[in-house]
């Protein structure tokens, strides 16, 4: 048998520079930004943060023709509570989220996510939208958005579209995403019923996640789930929701071996691989602990301890 | 393209390829060379600037996006109270080896204990994710937390 | 022994301190100069291979210098001199038809700027002849079936064939090993196995070569040693070395990744002597990791003891994957023994070394030079053997450690002194207290998620590669100091500050045998033709060898100074009468005669022998030890592991260290915190694992997949202890040895005894993460999920 032996070009990867040309525009409206997308199509890349493209620019795993800075519009970077929801714009930075008082009080998953998303100074410079749209299975912010219902609305010169999260991402680096459409906002309704917790576990504490899991629970007092959302990354081709386990758990008390036995269940959900990071056999098991951690968080926050 | 920002207090106006980094902008144009070149991605935090006040990294960041803002390196805060606090501690406690990385923590420490983030050691290690492979991070926490006292006044 | 010192001993400032914070510093990887070319390395897309042609026209066309095997002198060479000829293997070419390794430098171009080089670099079309299976494992590549990665190679002037991937081998036998473990009444034996760690140096490494008006090459690198960087482009190129010069630059970390010339220097060398321009080549840092990471180590140990605790025999067989080339594998075999043999007293020893090639990145030093790697077998294996007696494992140690009055194994079978000074039962005995391990516990009574553990390791470094007798290894060093004529001194020499404070421990060594402020003393610029020879910065040998030779200069100095004094002065007998000593008053240094009122600046004897044509007070000293004593570190370390995540957590650590006298307490406690954090880093994360089809490393060899410890992974300074055993090394400058390595050495080995400590399972194959944490308790019926 010959094995056919594929090239690595490794003199291709220059990360000092980024060596091939594209074409640069700043548009100062969304308006502008739409029609810029809907005449390049799919050769256009949006930069906002730039913490994920330009990465893959100087790493050449994308070389695009067109990016549409989308930094320059106004009026895209806000957290906006009204009424049962709230909005945060495509501009909002990670380290914007952290800071907000709105979502620390009332998406405390999403708070727990991005306080140990990449170091302070990534933060600083990526978007919450951006972190989505790289599709990463392994996205932080992918699970809390997840069990919150989070909807994202997608805008092109056709029109506005909602689109669950959950139908969003459809694979690794691939979104529900039209080529000319651009994600403009996130929508989460507001549940003061319960609470919710992120948990991840990684090589070192600033690191991309081994695996993750958010949950939202609406827990009694004497600790029975009564209700609740389970997400989880890294463990599938993309961030998932869990529903067999949230039906599993319901009614489970705590701390009991049911519920620890329930949270196997999340084994015929999952589809975990082996890479550079980890073991599939390590996610397989460790998922199951940060689900079980999160939810003894999230009971612990209803409680009202500070965690 | 043109963009104009303001660097250390001084306007800049210039010419660039909408392909060049800000690092390379810094150091190969305007010759800003304490903004270290680590890795290439944002990874160890040795060409931190500071962008409107806030620590950024520069390999990652095309100018023109920076276009209107202001940015700090540590050649810019000569004379800064805070950054000389730092670096006096940074001396006095042996936290500084083989000094790559050391712009860059100065100038994430400075941010953040300028914003009030950073008043203990634990909150060090939580602002400052900079790499550094000579110290081991344990004197370069002491220098900023004693430093953080010093301006903020003991905090438990 | 307790002397008063001084400056040595004292906190001080380093002198490049503030152009550290303020970013003035320029390293090489900063330097600019006009006019110059930046040159890419064309490298190789497979990871073993054959090239028919390589075809440069189209960059060329563009304007690119280009050059590729057929422009370069084909000569194998070992990029790193440190043994002598005879025994110096060679089998790397600056240039190959013959890629090795995914990413082996196969041609290179210069061009104007870094787009145009890129460009050009992406343009040269490889031609391959025959591509190969890359052989990754060296257990796979000695077999006799498998393809060889080399054929024949250069030892010293002869050219040798190379058997089964075979690189090099050492074997040694003592006693009767086989009689040694008849009479033991334990034998434990083991295989260990270690990551591929990188460097990770914070600087990439880089090169600027430039060609001077008459053809004259001065060069810039990051580099240990100038002056081998020197002698290697001088034979590779046959060039004289007078009409090369190699500058000493700052140097942004190393931990050995630049103990050997860079492949990038001779290929920035090859592209400047074709453009006829200067030629700067800066690494990214996917390409410093192509340019050496560490060797991988296979361990085979087998240890025997009788119930009272002696030691009756060891067996040690070592495998080392040295990657596609040799960086000195060979002195690493016998060092490997060296750490060995001077761990205990095992009486009857049998080793077999072989160094294996594969097809991956070329494996350099990395701070130890395989000391962390043998110091965690050994220290886990004499754990083992502890608890199977039922003895302490300190009482164990402290019974059969090699110490003070003993034969100490430098730096391998040819670098042997007695150990003078000896810190190990102070610092196992304090440490034992501070640590509290009385209350440690046993694994078997640990129970619950979060379980602690407590570990010892105890192990050394040598101080440089001296010794009485002139072996295979070349250690020797020289400086020049001398007084100026306003009384300042001027120290140069060729030892590299790789920002331990090296050089800033040689001041203060000059300053206190002068007995003047470290004020007066300059760290003088440093080129090869501005100093005498040095090997190189490594071996923890800076402060012990490099001290001493500053200590023996200033001695002359000061003689010289004297000499001056009396000629001035006129009525004293002789420079006996004399003192030196700061004035306070006078805020400078003096000579004066105790109980009189005779007083005379270093300035007026400097200034005076100035004008008067006495000429420079100086001295020129070529140094050669005669010793390698070696710094011992006794790690504590208590951990938490959740055997829930398999993620373990560092608690408190107390790192004890005997390094003779402290120059300066805050860089010893510098280099114990960098130490401790990188064999954090060693235990639990940091390798680069390949990719089996391709040779790749995984992950793309980007550095977001190899993890380095962070702030936030590390202890609170409140619970990291370092205390200094109060020794004094006679053969040392001011009773000092060296610590760079020490301070890392037996670090791993306390690490994972405590998390055998924490959850009764020892880990033989690092890094130990997460998922085999997992795995073993899972193994062990105690994973709870």
Same mark, same amino acid.
């Given at each position: ?31 502008? /930004? ?126 506005? =579209? ?68 389970? /997400?989880?990354?890294?463990? /599938?081709?993309?961030?998932? =929701?869990? =529903? ?52 003894? =968080? ?10 | ?156 | ?7 040595? &001993? ?113 343009? !040269? ?39 089964? *991937? ?13 009689? &040694? ?22 600087? $990439?490494?880089?090169?600027?070569? !430039? ?32 009409? @090369? ?32 321009? $200067? ?47 040799? !960086? ?64 302490? $494992? ?115 060594? @000059? ?106 007070? &100086? ?33 408190? !650590? ?98 994972? *005894? ?32």
């Amino acid at each position: 048998m010959v094995i056919e032996i594929p090239l690595v070009n490794i003199t291709a990867r220059n990360t000092h520079i980024i060596p091939f040309e594209f074409e640069y525009y700043e548009p100062r409206s969304l308006e502008e /930004a739409l029609e810029l997308l809907a005449k390049f199509k799919g050769e256009a890349k949006i930069l906002a943060g730039g913490t994920d493209l330009l990465v893959k620019m100087k790493t050449r795993i994308i070389e695009p023709k067109v990016i549409v800075n989308i930094k320059r519009i106004q009026g895209l970077r806000y957290i906006i509570e009204e009424n049962e929801h709230i909005r945060i714009g495509a501009l909002t930075t990670l380290r914007d989220i952290e800071k907000s008082t709105i979502v620390e009080k009332n998406l405390p998953a999403l708070h727990d996510a991005v306080k140990v998303m990449g170091s302070i100074q990534i933060r600083n410079m990526a978007t919450l939208v951006g972190n989505l749209c790289n599709a990463s299975p392994a996205a932080d912010t992918a699970p809390p958005l997840l069990v919150y219902n989070a909807r994202v609305v997608a805008m092109s010169t056709r029109g506005k =579209r909602f689109i669950p999260l959950e139908e969003f991402f459809k694979g690794p680096g691939i979104t529900a995403l039209e080529p000319d459409e651009m994600l403009v906002e996130v929508i989460v309704k507001k549940n003061n019923k319960g609470s919710s917790a992120f948990e991840k576990v990684s090589r070192v504490v600033v690191d991309l996640a081994i695996a993750s899991a958010a949950v939202y629970a609406e827990i009694s007092s004497d600790g029975v789930i009564e209700d609740s959302r389970v /997400a989880v990354g890294s463990v /599938a081709p993309k961030p998932i =929701r869990t =529903r067999i386990l949230e039906e599993r758990i319901k009614g489970l008390r705590l701390g009991s071996e049911e519920l620890k036995k329930a949270i196997y269940e999340i084994d015929r959900e999952i589809s975990p691989i082996t890479d550079v990071r980890s073991t599939a056999e390590y996610r397989r098991h460790i998922v199951k602990v940060l689900v079980w951690n999160a939810i003894e =968080r999230v009971y612990r926050r209803i409680r009202g301890e500070c965690v | 393209m043109k963009v104009k920002f303001i660097l250390n207090g001084k306007p800049v106006e210039l010419d660039v390829d909408p392909r060049e980094t800000l690092i390379d902008t810094l150091r190969l144009r305007l010759k800003v060379k304490s903004v270290k070149r680590g890795c290439e991605r944002g990874e160890c935090g040795s060409c931190t600037v500071l962008i409107n006040g806030n620590p950024v990294v520069s390999c990652i960041l095309l100018t023109i996006q920076i276009n209107g803002a202001e940015i700090t390196t540590v050649e810019g805060l000569v004379g800064d109270i805070l950054l000389e606090k730092l670096a006096k501690n940074f001396i006095d406690n042996g936290a500084i080896q083989c000094g790559f990385c050391t712009p860059g923590i100065l100038l994430t420490a400075y941010a953040g204990i300028k914003q009030g983030k950073i008043k203990k050691s634990e909150d060090v290690k939580e602002y400052v994710n900079n790499l550094c492979r000579c110290t081991g991070y344990v004197k370069i926490i002491e220098a900023i937390a004693k430093t953080a006292n010093e301006v903020w006044g003991h905090e438990r | 022994m307790s002397v008063e010192f001084m400056f040595i &001993g004292k906190r001080t400032p380093r002198k490049d301190a503030e152009a550290k914070v303020t970013g003035m510093l320029k390293y090489t990887y900063d330097l600019e100069v006009p006019g110059m070319l930046i040159g890419r390395i064309v490298r190789s897309p497979y990871a073993f291979a054959d090239i028919r042609r390589i075809d440069v026209s189209e960059a060329v066309k563009m304007g690119a210098i280009v050059v590729t095997p057929s422009d370069i002198p084909q000569k194998p060479y070992n990029p790193r001199l440190v043994s002598i000829n005879e025994v110096t293997f060679k089998d790397t070419y600056i240039l190959t038809y013959k890629p090795r390794y995914l990413g082996e430098p196969v041609a290179a171009v210069a061009a104007s700027s870094e787009e145009l080089a890129q460009k050009a670099a992406e343009c !040269v079309k490889i031609e391959f002849e025959k591509i190969y299976k890359p052989i990754l494992d060296p257990l796979e590549a000695i077999k006799p079936e498998s393809p060889r990665i080399h054929e024949k190679i250069m030892k010293g002037d002869k050219w040798i064939e190379v058997e089964n *991937n075979i690189a090099a081998r050492l074997d040694y036998d003592e006693g009767d090993v086989n009689r &040694g473990f008849e009479e033991a009444d334990v034998i434990v034996e083991r295989t260990f196995k270690t990551g591929k760690r990188y460097h990770m140096q914070l600087e $990439p490494k880089a090169v600027l070569v !430039v060609l001077e008006p008459g053809g004259k090459l001065t060069i810039y690198t990051t580099t240990q040693t100038i002056h081998n960087t020197r002698i290697l482009i001088s034979q590779l190129f046959d060039i004289p070395e007078s009409r @090369i010069n190699v500058i000493r630059v700052p140097i942004g970390g190393s931990f050995g990744s630049s103990i050997q010339t860079n492949y990038l220097v001779p290929i920035a060398v090859a592209l400047a002597l074709k453009a006829k321009k $200067p030629v700067k080549i800066a690494y990214t840092r996917e390409e410093d990791i192509l340019d050496h990471s560490n060797f991988v180590f296979h361990f085979k140990i087998k240890i025997g003891a009788k119930k009272n605790g002696v030691f009756t025999a060891a067996e040690f067989i070592n495998i080392l994957d040295v990657g596609a080339h040799q !960086v000195q594998p060979y002195p690493l075999l016998g060092t490997s023994l060296g750490w060995f043999i001077s761990m205990y007293k095992w009486k009857n020893i049998r080793y077999r070394g072989i160094a294996v090639y594969t097809n991956k990145v070329p494996g350099c030093a990395l701070r130890g030079y395989g000391a962390p790697e043998v110091q965690w077998a050994v220290e886990t294996l004499v754990d083992e053997i502890a608890e199977e007696l039922g003895i302490d $494992p300190i009482d164990l140690r402290l019974k059969n450690y090699v110490g003070k009055g003993e034969l100490f194994w430098g730096q391998g079978p040819t670098v042997k002194s007695i150990i003078k000074s000896d810190g190990v039962p102070e610092l196992l005995l304090k440490g034992k207290e501070i640590i509290r391990w009385s209350e440690r516990g046993h694994p078997s009574e640990k129970k619950g998620r979060f379980r602690r553990g407590i570990g010892v390791g105890r192990g050394f470094h040598t101080s440089g590669a001296g010794g009485p007798i002139s072996g295979e290894v070349i250690d020797y060093t020289g400086c020049i100091l001398k007084l100026n004529e306003d009384g300042t001194l001027d120290y140069i020499t060729a030892l590299q500050d790789h920002g331990g404070g090296t050089l800033d421990a040689h001041v203060k060594i @000059i300053a206190e045998e002068l007995g003047i402020p470290p004020e007066l003393v300059n760290i003088a610029t440093a080129s090869t033709e501005t100093t005498p020879y040095d090997v190189c910065t490594h071996a923890s040998r800076g402060t012990y060898v490099g001290g001493e030779c500053a200590r023996r200069a200033a001695q002359i100095v000061k003689q010289k100074i004297l000499e001056a004094a009396i000629r001035i002065i006129g009525r004293v007998v002789n420079p006996e009468a004399l003192r030196i000593g700061y004035d306070k008053e006078l805020k400078q240094a003096v000579v004066y005669v105790e109980g009189t009122d005779i007083k005379l600046t270093l300035a007026e004897i400097a200034r005076t022998s100035w004008q008067r044509n006495w000429g420079t007070i &100086g001295a020129f000293v070529s140094y050669r030890a005669t010793s390698a004593p070696p710094s011992f570190t006794v790690y504590y370390v208590e951990v938490e592991v959740d055997t829930w995540t398999g993620k373990v957590k560092p608690i408190r !650590v107390v790192a004890g260290v005997d390094v003779g006298t402290p120059i300066n307490p805050d860089m010893v406690e510098g280099q114990l915190h960098g130490g401790f954090v990188m064999a954090w880093g060693m235990a639990f994360t940091e390798n680069t694992a390949y990719d089996p089809l391709t040779g790749e490393i995984m992950g793309r060899g980007l550095i977001t997949d190899y993890k380095i410890p962070t702030a936030a992974d590390v202890p609170t300074p409140e619970e990291f202890t370092v205390i200094i055993a109060k020794t004094y090394e006679p053969t040392g400058p001011f009773g000092a040895k060296g610590l760079g390595e020490a301070a890392m050495n037996p670090a791993v080995a306390a690490i994972l *005894n405590a998390v055998y400590n924490a959850i009764g399972i020892r880990f033989y194959e690092l890094p130990v993460t997460p998922d085999k944490i997992i795995e073993a308790l899972k193994e062990k019926g105690e994973l709870e999920w």
